[in-house]
């Protein structure tokens, strides 16, 4: 079994792009909503890429800008310029 | 003018580019001072770390970056404040009840961020290398941020709400708030790589989601926007937090094999002691939130269970294994918040909160959420303190409990397989008897016994005469705390009555 991922999100009018984006972008990824925030759980490994959720919300994207409304990660984090992974090595 | 510039503009740098280049390019080396003079903590825990280089941020976050992203963050975060204050938003909440975490929260948990700022500017100057430096600077700044936000949001409640008014003098003298205190006092006398170890990697990875998460949505479904909104700008700085904490221990396993024991040993302890501080979350996320979102259990399962399970499945392959006793933690998940609500419902008159007993529809979630504990231990024993407070005769604890000397909660916690009987321990140490409330306290304490003697234990304080007088009323008043306001049961208190102005007879609350 591999391990899950996750991202926990605020509710956010930004996030909401950031969201779609994932799961559009992550197709094994669940999201599970609760007051003020979404997790999203992905088995082994997620990616967010920043030109899907420039493309939602109409303008460019700083991949950095998710520190605005990042709310909690599980897994190791990778950054460049164009995207984030999170993943586990197990 | 018009003649083209013969120059192309340089290429803008990429982010791993302005990482490298702040990380690596602006250090020095130092001609006059012996390196082990510039930095007298880096080797006596017996870590080694041969290239500090190979240590890296991996959210990369450069200065320029970092000052943006948190104007942005404060800038959202006080507007909300405004708005909420501006508003009467404490009338909206789901209940007074509700407000009571927040009581405890400031504190218990707002002067812990106060520690951290301290504690991760002290190792921010005295790591070796660069890239932890700069991670454990930002870290500290971080951290000021979030007690003074939390003092700001806070302060709002306390126009209001009794209980608030003096909450740094409360944590270093409240009995239960040496709970916190020592947690975080134990963490920063430690060397570098334990406080590392303790606060970025066991406490902020590992279990303070179980905080900061379930309890801010706890704290959104009960009319909280302020306190949502500092919980998550916080929380935001605690997801770079917790990728310090994951990275500083994987750079450790990775530079020296040798390395693997220590880390070993003290994610075992810090484990231990977090589980046991978090026992006043579970409370507040099972009892004090008026309106539940998760139990502590299901918390529990989906931040430890799940999420510490896959970690440490990711750590097997250096040969790190689950915090020893984490078995001992899972079973607790049926059994703390209840007993830690049942201790502070008895010993209401000398806490600075009010308490109550949980009402018909609170009972039957309970039973649901817990159906292999609440309705067989503690169920009943809620129906009892009601039935006699209902007859005048409203129970409480005149005695003061035996302490443990590493955790410093009241033995209140039971056996795994006997959750009847209450776990205590004790060992000799250099003639003296030690007592404990588990084996996983106990064996911190045998490792470093030295430490340990030195705990200033609240009971111990009292008898010895050293907390403002014999009586219970002398040593209240030298906790600062406001008897007959902030103490004793919600239903009788100036905030529930206050409450009942606001929402019965329409009363402005201004």
């Known amino acids: 079994m591999s391990s899950l991922v996750s991202i926990v999100l605020q509710n956010t009018d930004d996030a909401r792009a950031i969201i779609d984006a994932v799961m559009t972008d992550n197709p094994e990824a669940v999201a599970s ?58 | 003018m018009n003649v083209a510039a013969n120059h192309t503009r340089p290429r803008k740098l990429n982010l791993k580019e302005r990482y490298n280049h702040l990380t690596r390019g602006l250090d020095w080396d130092f001609s006059y001072q012996p390196k082990e003079k510039v930095f007298p903590f880096s080797d006596y825990e017996g870590i080694k770390i041969h290239d500090w280089d190979a ?132 963490a920063m006398s430690a060397g570098p790589f334990e406080f590392l170890t303790a606060i970025s990697f066991s406490f902020e990875y590992v279990l303070t989601s179980l905080l900061f998460v379930p309890f801010m949505s706890g704290a959104a479904f009960n009319g909280d926007m302020a306190t949502v909104t500092f919980g998550f700008s916080a929380q935001s700085d605690e997801s770079r937090h917790m990728t310090l904490g994951l990275e500083i221990i994987k750079f450790m396993l990775e ?30 996320t099972d009892y004090i939130l008026p309106k539940k979102v998760m139990s502590w259990r299901e918390s529990w399962e989906m931040y430890f269970e799940q999420a510490g399970g896959a970690l440490f499945r990711d750590l097997s392959r250096y040969g790190i294994t689950l915090p020893k006793y984490h078995e001992m933690a899972t079973a607790g998940k049926d059994h703390i918040s209840h007993q830690t609500w049942a201790t502070f ?94 084996d996983g306290c106990r064996d911190i304490f045998l490792d470093e016994p030295e430490k340990y003697v030195q705990a200033m234990l609240p009971v111990s304080q009292i008898f010895q005469g050293q907390c403002g007088g014999a009586g219970l009323s002398e040593v209240l008043d030298w906790y600062h705390l406001n008897q007959g306001a902030d103490n004793c049961d919600h239903l009788e208190s100036r905030d529930a009555a206050m409450w009942e102005q606001w929402h019965r007879s329409g009363k402005d609350p201004a």
Not at chain 1, 81 to 86: E, G, H, K, T
Not at chain 2, 131 to 144: F, H, K, N, T, V
């Open chain 1, 33 to 90: 909503r609760y007051p003020a925030m979404v997790k999203i759980d992905s088995p082994g490994e997620l990616v967010m890429n920043k030109a899907s959720i420039a493309d939602r919300l109409g303008r460019d994207f700083e991949l950095q800008e998710i520190h605005l409304c990042l709310v909690n990660i599980s897994g190791n984090i990778d950054e460049d310029d164009d995207r984030i992974v999170l993943r586990w090595n197990s």
């Open chain 2, 55 to 186: 240590f890296e941020d991996p959210f990369r976050l450069t200065m320029d970056a970092y000052w943006k992203f948190q104007a942005e963050k404060e800038r959202k975060l006080y507007a909300v404040i405004d708005s909420f204050s501006q508003n009467n938003g404490q009338v909206n909440l789901s209940d007074a009840r509700y407000v009571n975490a927040l009581k405890l929260f400031i504190t218990g948990i707002s002067p812990l961020e106060y520690a951290a700022h301290r504690g991760y500017a002290h190792v921010g100057r005295h790591f070796p290398g660069v890239g932890p430096r700069i991670a454990c600077q930002m870290q500290s700044i971080d951290e000021l941020r979030h007690a003074q936000t939390q003092i700001h949001t806070i302060s709002h409640f306390n126009k209001f709400f009794d209980g608030m008014h003096d909450p740094w003098h409360m944590y270093d003298r409240v009995w239960y708030l040496s709970v916190p205190k020592s947690f975080f006092d134990d």
């Open chain 2, 255 to 284: 530079q020296d094999e040798a390395n693997v024991p220590i880390v070993q040993k003290w994610i075992d302890k810090w484990f231990w002691r977090g589980f046991r501080l978090l026992s006043i979350v579970a409370m507040m």
């Open chain 2, 345 to 438: 419902y008895q010993y209401t008159h000398a806490a600075a909160f009010h308490t109550w007993t949980p009402s018909d529809a609170e009972k039957a979630w309970f039973t649901e959420k817990y159906p292999d504990s609440f309705a067989q231990y503690y169920g009943p024993r809620f129906d009892h303190w009601e039935k006699q407070q209902a007859s005048g005769d409203r129970f409480s604890n005149d005695g003061l409990p035996m302490i443990c000397q590493v955790c410093t909660i009241p033995a209140i916690f039971t056996e795994v397989e006997d959750p009847t009987r209450i776990s205590l321990r004790s060992c000799e140490h250099n003639g003296e008897k030690y007592h404990f409330c588990s």
